[in-house]
Nanobody, 120 residues
Framework: QVHLVESGGGLVQAGGSLRLSCAAS????????MGWYRQAPGKQRELVAA???????NYADSVKGRFTISRDNAKNTVYLEMDNLKPEDTGVYYC??????????????WGQGTQVTVSS
């Protein structure tokens, strides 16, 4: 099982930017997809962005046009560039690695999370 470590979180003012990184202990290319989830206080964990092994991406409607997910297979690292941050983007951001099962991606490996706080 791969070990995932997130970094790059912090406190930023609304309108600012952060870049999250997710470093994997093994090859991320072996996974069908890599994703970024977030969990706000009192809310369920939600998928923010995902990227497949083929490079296809998808985003939650709330972050489209502001967040960009990318991957560097040579470095076994996945990134989440977050621009024009809003207070509602506050939460713990988790990196996850998953597989396509049937018509859905299921994420089996998770990092420990990194806190993102956006002040108004």
């Amino acid at each position: 099982q791969v070990h995932l470590v997130e970094s790059g979180g912090g406190l930023v003012q609304a309108g600012g930017s952060l870049r999250l990184s997710c470093a994997a202990s093994g090859s991320i290319f072996s996974f069908d997809a890599m994703g970024w989830y977030r969990q706000a206080p009192g809310k369920q964990r939600e998928l923010v962005a995902a990227i497949t092994s083929g490079g296809s991406t998808n985003y939650a409607d709330s972050v489209k046009g502001r967040f960009t997910i990318s991957r560097d297979n040579a470095k076994n690292t996945v990134y989440l560039e977050m621009d024009n941050l809003k207070p509602e983007d506050t939460g713990v951001y988790y990196c996850a690695a998953g597989w396509l099962r049937g018509s859905r991606y299921e994420y089996d490996s998770w990092g420990q999370g990194t806190q993102v706080t956006v002040s108004s």
